[in-house]
T-cell receptor, first 113, second 108 residues
Framework: NAGVTQTPKFQVLKTGQSMTLQCAQDMNHNSMYWYRQDPGMGLRLIYYSASEGTTDKGEVPNGYNVSRLNKREFSLRLESAAPSQTSVYFC????????????FGPGTRLTVL | EDQVTQSPEALRLQEGESSSLNCSYTVSGLRGLFWYRQDPGKGPEFLFTLYSAGEEKEKERLKATLTKKESFLHITAPKPEDSATYLCAVQANQKVTFGTGTKLQVIP
């Protein structure tokens, strides 16, 4: 039981390049989330998926797209990376409602030059 | 707008020196308050969920308490392995709002 896994762990992009961050969970959770964490700021929600087949915007969705590929996998895509997207990205999952425990992945550290 | 403020930003303790971390919040309709531990280079790890004022939960050297305006994470006789950043989050209005964390360093 690996919990929540993320790939890659580190990535460096040039401005304008695109990439997809992958997230998978093996806990049969319904809801999955993408956050970014920046120095001096709390975790901020980018997008979430309350169930397979649905996705919704969070607090900071601009510049990102997501795909809930199946119940296990939730990917985050940067179509044209910008330096402002330099951050640490975390994926999380919840079994049921928001009052349940969120389980986080190990994170992806992204640098955009 | 929901707000979560954690204090202090950083705390340095000698091993065995007990202290408390604070999480104050301004939300309407609190559904739950969460405490997480985050080690450098890792994702947050769940510690506690508190649902109503007066509730307390304990785990080893940690004890979390909740009032109508704030939560405290009490650390009793901390050890160096308790060094980490502690995050607080509140769930209300169909969303979760995180604080910026308290970075705790416990010196042997």
């Amino acid at each position: 039981n690996a919990g929540v896994t993320q790939t890659p762990k580190f990535q460096v992009l040039k401005t304008g390049q695109s990439m997809t961050l992958q997230c998978a969970q093996d806990m049969n959770h319904n809801s999955m989330y993408w956050y970014r964490q920046d120095p001096g700021m709390g975790l901020r929600l980018i997008y979430y998926s309350a169930s397979e087949g649905t996705t919704d915007k969070g607090e900071v969705p601009n510049g990102y797209n997501v795909s809930r590929l199946n119940k296990r996998e939730f990917s985050l895509r940067l179509e044209s990376a910008a330096p402002s997207q330099t951050s640490v990205y975390f994926c999380a999952s919840i079994a049921g409602t928001l009052t349940d425990t969120q389980y986080f992945g190990p994170g992806t550290r992204l640098t955009v030059l | 707008e929901d707000q979560v403020t954690q204090s202090p930003e950083a705390l340095r303790l000698q091993e065995g020196e007990s202290s408390s971390l604070n999480c104050s919040y301004t939300v309407s309709g609190l559904r739950g308050l969460f405490w997480y531990r985050q080690d450098p280079g890792k994702g947050p790890e769940f510690l506690f969920t508190l649902y109503s004022a007066g509730e307390e939960k304990e785990k080893e050297r940690l004890k979390a308490t909740l009032t109508k305006k704030e939560s405290f994470l009490h650390i009793t006789a901390p050890k160096p392995e308790d060094s980490a950043t502690y995050l607080c989050a509140v769930q209300a209005n169909q969303k979760v709002t995180f604080g910026t964390g308290t970075k705790l360093q416990v010196i042997p």
